[in-house]
C-alpha cells in the first residue's frame, strides 16, 4: 500500500476535507494509506517540505 503524507501549515478549518478524506478511509479504496500530521513548535512546515523530509 502506498502512503500519502499530508502536513497542515496550521491548523485550520481548510484542512477539514483533507482530515475527513484520511478519517473515513477513501484513499485505502484505491490502495493508499494517508497519514495528517500537525506541525510541531517552532518547526517551518515550507522549510521541511522543500529539504524532503
Given amino acids: 500500500m502506498k502512503v ?3 502536513t497542515a501549515s496550521r491548523h485550520a478549518v481548510f484542512y477539514s476535507p483533507l482530515i475527513a478524506l484520511i478519517s ?6 484505491y ?9 510541531s513548535p517552532n518547526v517551518n ?3 521541511k517540505i522543500s ?3
Avoid at 24 to 29: H, N, R
Avoid at 31 to 39: D, S
Fill in 45 to 47: 512546515v515550507y522549510e
Fill in 51 to 53: 529539504s524532503g523530509k
Fill in 24 to 29: 473515513e478511509g477513501f484513499l485505502e479504496k
Fill in 4 to 6: 500519502i503524507n499530508f
Fill in 31 to 39: 490502495e493508499i494509506k494517508g497519514v495528517y500530521h500537525t506541525p
